[in-house]
């Protein structure tokens, strides 16, 4: 097992993987967004152009997650590092990739 956990190590120490943290971040916010927005928008008597300012936040939030995620995947597989899914290696990227989403974001590492 020390090897997967070296190999894991490796691939979460990579800007790439750092991206794809902060893609899935957004994606994650994004609902939470749309929700907010859509609230705002129900409940605003008269709609003036101000009121579809969540919606295009929330849209740009969703837009940023989703090329952040492309292009950490693309760089992790141009670079060989992202495993094949089935690997132990794949399941233990997506076990510390699960904890990194849930975790606060810590700056430095």
Do not use: Q
């Amino acid at each position: 097992m020390a090897e997967v956990d070296k190999a894991v190590e490796r691939i979460r120490a990579t800007g790439a993987y750092r991206l794809l943290v902060v893609g899935y971040r957004c994606l994650l916010l994004g609902p939470l967004m749309l929700g907010v927005s859509i609230g705002v928008i129900a409940l605003w008597p008269r709609k003036p152009p101000l009121a579809f300012v969540p919606i295009v936040i929330t849209f740009a939030t969703v837009f940023v997650g989703v090329a952040a995620v492309w292009v950490g995947l693309l760089t992790l597989y141009s670079r060989r590092l992202m495993p094949r899914g089935g690997t132990n290696r794949h399941a233990a990227l997506m076990k510390a990739l699960r904890r990194d989403l849930a975790a606060p974001v810590r700056r430095g590492r």
